[in-house]
Nanobody, 122 residues
């Protein structure tokens, strides 16, 4: 089995910063693309940022220039550095990863973390 565990969420004032982490563990053979999504109350889940295993990145227009996605392949960990946070960034943030696991055979599928709450408020 594979698990994704997020951490780093919390309450921050507008203009502040947070760093989210997502650690993947289990019978992992390889991790392909990884990404951060968020879902605000009453809204659909949306892509925030994504990164390939080669390091290519893409961002939602709403976070460009403020958020930075990165990964440590040796640690199977994904990060999201969030600066200049705004109240509209308030949401539950989810980690997603395209993982090939090995348990007698190779199985490739997408996994989700449990989510971490980010609240931006004064």
């Amino acid at each position: 089995q594979v698990q994704l565990v997020e951490s780093g969420g919390g309450l921050v004032q507008p203009g502040g910063s947070l760093r989210l982490s997502c650690a993947a563990s289990g019978s992992i053979f390889s991790i392909n693309a990884m990404g951060w999504y968020r879902q605000a109350p009453g809204k659909q889940r949306e892509l925030v940022a994504a990164i390939t295993n080669g390091g290519s990145t893409n961002y939602a227009d709403s976070v460009k220039g403020r958020f930075t996605i990165s990964r440590d392949n040796a640690k199977n960990t994904l990060y999201l550095q969030m600066n200049s946070l705004k109240p509209e960034d308030t949401a539950v943030y989810y980690c997603n990863a395209d993982i090939t696991m090995y348990g007698g055979s190779y199985i490739r599928k997408a996994y989700w973390g449990q989510g971490t709450q980010v609240t931006v408020s004064s």
